[in-house]
């Protein structure tokens, strides 16, 4: 029989490494060359491609945290073949910025983008050989990365232009795919939820680094004078408003998506619910430093169509990650909905009011949102602890 007063031993959750978050910096290096594409020239062109160079190192960087979640132990081994694939990430920071122009750029992106999938694939063999349940995994990542392979090289050898991205976007959906496909074999392997969880935190903080980084760079730009400074602070106070909506109380709670243990549908809305969600942010921080450098001035229509549609695109993102395991009815569920609801609602006016106008508007619209959730998160809390 059990004491009741024995003390018990409590595992503590399992936290990222100090390697795991050096890998970090090498992704940061690839997202800053990305939105510099827009700020560099804001039109749709460039938004566009910004869009389709994310979503590969975006896949990327979820490759090594899924693995790392699953099997790291942070050996020497694991580090070696992290750090082979992690020279990939770095060429492709290399070339993003220069992809579409040039078959030398765009096959340089291509061949350090497979470098980097090769890196994973020699990190499951490697760990597949103690343990028996990750073999099948490795098996359906080996295959899966071989076809879609074919159509990333395959992409080389048309012109540059609508063929050859086709065959990218072909291998891009081959890949986002595979977990959905080989859906029983990966549910064989639990996950560490809590460190899933401070992974993708840690990733959305980054990126809503490049959101500082832009308004800061708006203001350095400006020399701080007249609108500038009015336009930044309000940048700032929206930036904060972002961070706050994702790890606002109980959405961070231990325990709070315990279902993430296991490969499935919970799985696949958390991690695929995080595209939208980061590339909404990148967006917006690609278009800051633009907004804040023109001051008293009018945005452009590409410049407010990431700012003020990449914030709502980025609500309705954690709204809906949060309705996968709360339900589609719940309070603050439907709080960032109809939030993200009005931020659409105004887009078409965006490029019609200066931009203090409407950065302050959006970080305004955020307090409101956050201040209507308290009472809810305090609620839910204290009923988790009951």
């Not at 990939?88 to 122009?101: K, N, Q």
């Not at 939208?276 to 452009?300: E, K, T, W």
């Not at 009011?353 to 508007?361: G, M, N, R, Y």
Request: aromatic letters at 10%; hydrophobic letters at 55%; a positive charge.
């Amino acid at each position: 029989m059990l004491d009741p007063q024995a003390p018990v031993d409590i595992v503590p959750p399992r936290r990222a490494t100090w390697f795991e978050l050096f890998g970090d910096l090498v992704f940061v290096a690839g997202i800053g060359q990305i939105t510099h594409r827009v700020g560099a020239h804001p039109d749709a062109g460039s938004v566009a491609a910004a869009a389709g160079l994310f979503i590969p190192l975006w896949w990327a960087w979820v490759l090594y945290a899924v693995h790392a979640n699953r099997a790291d132990r942070d050996s020497v081994a694991h580090r070696l073949l992290t750090t082979a694939g992690l020279a990939g990430v770095v060429g492709m920071a290399v070339f993003a910025g220069v992809v579409g122009h040039g078959d030398s750029s765009d096959a340089g992106f291509v061949l350090s983008y497979l470098v980097a999938r090769a890196g994973v694939a020699a990190l499951y063999a490697w760990d597949s050989r103690r343990e028996r349940e990750l073999k099948p995994v490795f098996r359906a990542y080996l295959i899966g990365s071989a076809a879609s392979a074919v159509f990333w090289l395959g992409g080389l050898a048309f012109e540059s232009g609508p063929l050859r991205y086709g065959a990218w976007a072909v291998a891009m959906l081959m890949e986002l795919a595979l977990p959905l496909i080989a859906g029983s074999r990966l549910a064989r392997v639990e996950h560490e939820t809590e460190h899933l969880r401070e992974r993708f935190g840690l990733f959305t903080i980054i990126v809503l680094g490049e959101v500082v980084l832009g308004f800061t760079n708006g203001l350095a730009g400006a020399r701080t004078a007249g609108w500038a400074a009015v336009t930044a602070a309000a940048a700032f106070a929206l930036t904060a408003g972002l961070w706050w909506s994702y790890f606002n109380a109980s959405s961070t709670r231990h325990g709070a998506h315990a279902e993430l243990a296991h490969t499935g549908k919970l799985m696949h809305i958390y991690v695929f619910g995080h595209l939208p969600l980061q590339l909404g942010l990148a967006l917006a921080g690609a278009s800051m430093g633009i907004a804040v450098a023109g001051g008293g001035s009018h945005l452009n229509a590409t410049t407010a169509a990431c700012i003020v549609g990449g914030v709502a695109v980025y609500l309705v993102s954690v709204a809906l990650i949060r309705a996968a395991f709360t339900g589609i009815r719940e309070g603050v569920v439907l709080i960032r909905l109809v939030t993200a609801a009005v931020a659409f609602v105004a887009l078409p006016l965006a490029a019609h009011v200066p931009v203090a106008v409407v950065l302050i508007a959006l970080a305004v619209l955020l307090g409101v949102s956050a201040v209507a959730e308290t009472p809810l998160h305090r609620r839910r809390m204290a009923s988790a602890a009951a």
